[in-house]
Nanobody, 125 residues
């Protein structure tokens, strides 16, 4: 079964950190750009960050620049999102998505071939 599986979400206090993982099953991430998206309650899904297949292109939406870091380990078939200095407004379900090779700024260039099921991140005191 071809799928992406996110993990690493949870409850954290403001100012805290979490590291999300996006692991591929049934296919290799080597040829794919991977993007992270999030959707907060009552809001539309928004792009957060993207890394190209060769890792040379990294980009972030303005609201997370300087706080989030995207990285990939193709040997582990996994992409990560390190989230530091978390704020309550970062609370959302976070999804990863795969598209062939390229990012368009901080979003994988369409078409997106695979989506994960999401992992909940809650930032609250």
């Amino acid at each position: 079964q071809l799928q992406l599986v996110e993990s690493g979400g949870g409850l954290v206090q403001p100012g805290g950190s979490l590291k999300l993982s996006c692991a591929a099953s049934g296919f290799t991430l080597e040829y794919y750009a991977i993007g992270w998206f999030r959707q907060a309650p009552g809001k539309e899904r928004e792009g957060v960050s993207c890394i190209s297949s060769n890792g040379n292109h990294l980009d972030y939406t303005d609201s997370v620049k300087g706080r989030f870091t995207i990285s990939r380990d193709d040997a582990k078939n996994t992409v990560y999102l390190q989230m530091n200095s978390l704020k309550p407004e970062d609370t959302a379900v976070y999804y990863c998505a795969a598209a062939y090779h390229y990012c368009s700024t901080y979003i994988p260039r369409k078409p997106i071939d695979y989506w994960g099921q999401g992992t909940q991140v809650t930032v609250s005191s």
